[in-house]
């Protein structure tokens, strides 16, 4: 039986396409004999932007010359540069003579002024929860006073103090600048107070042992679809909506920079985006 690790398989696969390009340059890999490394130039080179042959024409290259004008724009390589990105969009205007100078910008996320801290720190109870539950017994072996149960604990204690603010100041909604809560103030604030109310039963009950386990099955049956007749409104709910919140939030503040830029030649821009996955431990 074979065995391949990772890493073997990723290097092997890099070196054929190394290779397989190597070759492309010097002649037509599709008009080769065939074998692996031909076969794979062939496929690799129908992608590129360079210019093919009427043998070996490229997809990349045809369509940045427009192909079918009714189906198909040009691809700019003069247009704005568009970067999309964890922290947000930001526009540079491309040129190379002022090394890309920064037209405008627009922070999607850990912006506490958008409302986006505030709905996602709601939001981002449920896969604490889960966390929790993946740790099971657990401490640490660098700082033994941190474990499992100082976790519990700690996350209850934020979501009590987050609750009691939040029925102090119900007013605290008007302060973001966020264009998804002016409408409906009091059905958000009765939300959030809910989900906090149902995070700090749930967590406690859990804590002391109530659901003779706990696992993630018991977060998603409990917490998260509310398979208990303590809970009307399953977290999940409150995890979405809240969510979402911030996305429409996000997706404004984007609309507004496009219209408050006119100047910007949006039609011909270059869209990057780089949202890597594992920046967090809930990346998949």
Partial sequence: MWKFSLFGLVTAVSL?????IAR????????AARSVDTSVACLFNIFLRSKGSAENP?????????GDAEQ????????????????????????????????????????????????????HVG?????????????????????????????IDRVAVARDALAADPDWIDAPDAVSGRDHKDDII????????MSEGFLTR???????????????????????????????????????LAAMNSVDQFRKMVADNPQIDWKNARVLVHMPIGTNSAAA
């Fill in 127 to 155: 896969p604490a929860a889960a966390y929790l539950a993946a740790l099971g017994d657990w401490t640490d072996p660098e700082n033994p006073k941190i474990t499992t149960q100082t976790l519990f604990q700690a996350l």
């Fill in 190 to 197: 009765r939300m959030m107070d809910y989900g906090l109310w």
């Fill in 72 to 123: 198909a724009a040009p691809i700019s390589s003069t247009g704005p540069l568009v970067t999309v990105n964890g922290s947000g969009v930001f526009v540079y205007d491309g040129s190379p003579d002022t090394a890309g100078k920064t037209l405008d910008y627009v922070l999607t996320r850990s912006d506490a002024e958008s409302g986006f801290v505030q709905m996602t720190a709601f939001s």
């Fill in 24 to 31: 492309a340059q010097s002649s037509d890999p599709c008009q």
């Fill in 206 to 244: 859990a804590q002391s042992g109530a659901f003779n386990g706990y696992t993630s099955q018991t977060v998603a049956d409990v917490f998260y679809d509310g398979k208990d007749s303590a809970y009307a409104i399953p977290f999940n709910n409150v995890m979405i909506g809240t969510f979402m």
């Fill in 58 to 66: 490229n997809i990349g290259w045809t369509l940045s010359q427009g």
């Fill in 16 to 20: 054929v396409l190394t290779q397989a």
